[in-house]
């Protein structure tokens, strides 16, 4: 459809999801993957103030550049790649169609890696 884009994802047990997503209802990355019952705390509701969303941008369809608030939350982050990135502050759009992620480890010893 003219108003989705796909992108591929790698859950921690390392399966391959395609997700399908509209560019039209104003959702970011993190609330995508949470509609798609992949699991993605997202914490505190996408404002860059956890890690819980943390991803691997494996290719470069999305800018790695982060606002100064994201990469102060992955400094504090565990896992953190060159390629990380907070999926919350991602917005879905046209642009990033074609966007290849992988879900970084939890970030805390509370959570059971066999969701």
């Not at 993605?40 to 969303?53: L, N, R, Y």
């Not at 606002?67 to 060159?82: G, K, N, P, R, T």
Request: glycine letters at 6%; a negative charge; one cysteine or more.
């Amino acid at each position: 459809m003219e108003n989705e884009i796909n992108i591929e994802l790698i859950d921690r047990e390392g399966a391959l999801h395609n997700l399908i997503g509209p560019t039209d209802v104003n959702l970011n990355l993190m609330e995508l993957i949470k509609l798609h019952e992949l699991p993605v705390d997202g914490t505190c509701g996408g404002m860059a103030m956890c890690a819980s969303c943390q991803i691997y941008v494996l290719n470069d369809v999305v800018s790695l550049e982060k606002s100064e608030d994201e990469q102060a939350m992955l400094d504090e982050a565990w896992h953190v790649q060159d390629n990380s990135r907070l999926a919350c502050q991602i917005p879905i759009s046209k642009e990033i169609n074609g966007l290849k992620i992988e879900l970084a480890p939890f970030n805390d010893d509370n959570h059971d890696d066999d969701w």
